[in-house]
């Protein structure tokens, strides 16, 4: 897994590069129960970033989501 942040003069972005998830499980969002453990993390991406994005890369897939400055 890497990780990478990118500024610019609008704000800034962050990059996840994983190779150990096949590209075939795609994250998607999910709309979990109260007491769900997981499947959060794409619900809160959607409302805090201003922009964000799964994209296949090689053997996994990178996600990623920008903040602009306000």
């Given at each position: ?54 994209e ?15």
């Amino acid at each position: 897994m890497r990780i990478e942040d990118v500024l610019a003069a609008v704000g800034t972005g962050v990059w996840l590069w994983d190779n150990a998830i096949r590209n075939d499980d795609m994250p998607h969002r999910r709309s979990p129960g109260e007491m769900a453990s997981s499947g959060r993390g794409l619900v809160l991406t959607e409302t805090l970033a201003d922009a964000w994005g799964v994209e296949p890369r090689g053997d996994g897939k990178a996600i990623w989501f920008e903040l602009y400055e306000r």
